[in-house]
């Protein structure tokens, strides 16, 4: 199993909180939480696609970002072995 966070950070909220979000995902690779991350850039909102190592490095990424103004969410991609 795979486990991800998807988070977004609405137009309007990007100026204020862009480098907090960026500075938990290096806590997150720091700490090796995090094992990749990918950014997009869309009509102002920016979006961020990580991939944790365990389903609980993502939750613990996922509840940090939660006190902040943005849409986060925990997933499952499930693949066969």
Avoid: C, H, Q, W
């Amino acid at each position: 199993m795979i486990y991800g966070v998807l988070l977004s950070i609405p137009a309007k909220f990007v100026s204020k909180y862009e480098d907090e979000v960026r500075k938990t995902i290096g806590y997150g690779i720091a700490r090796g939480d995090i094992v990749s991350f990918t950014e997009a850039r869309y009509r102002g909102d920016v979006a961020f696609v990580m991939l944790a190592r365990s389903n609980r490095a993502a939750e613990r990424i996922a509840n940090e970002l939660k006190e902040l103004p943005v849409n986060v969410k925990v997933i499952e991609i499930e693949g066969e072995s």
